[in-house]
């Protein structure tokens, strides 16, 4: 899976401030504005959607794996699921294809 817009879904840790994006006017041409969200090119974007990738994989009952913290595991009586993840790219394998 080739996650879109992967940076634009991280939430940031700290304040980060940017310049008005030319073109936009708010009446004040020096004003800043805050971002309530990550945006491709800052620094914190990567990192804060690997963490929002974390947080919702332990929600769902996954373990991060110890030796390699890009992977994922859910095990249950049935069936066995790994999640990998790569920057934006994640692999998903199953001893079940139902699961998949």
Not at 33 to 57: E, H, M, N, S, V
Request: aromatic residues 12%; contains cysteine.
């Amino acid at each position: 899976i080739d996650v879109d817009n992967t940076f634009l879904n991280g939430d940031p840790k700290e304040d980060i401030y940017m310049l008005q994006p030319q073109g936009f006017h708010n009446g004040a041409p020096n004003t800043v504005c805050k971002l309530r969200k990550t945006l491709y090119g800052i620094k914190q974007a990567p990192r804060a959607w690997f963490q929002k990738l974390i947080q919702t994989l332990i929600r769902l009952g996954f373990k991060q794996a110890r030796s390699d913290t890009s992977l994922f595991t859910f095990t249950s009586k049935v069936t066995s699921i790994y999640i990998l993840i790569y920057v934006d790219d994640i692999i998903i394998t199953s001893n079940s294809p139902i699961v998949i």
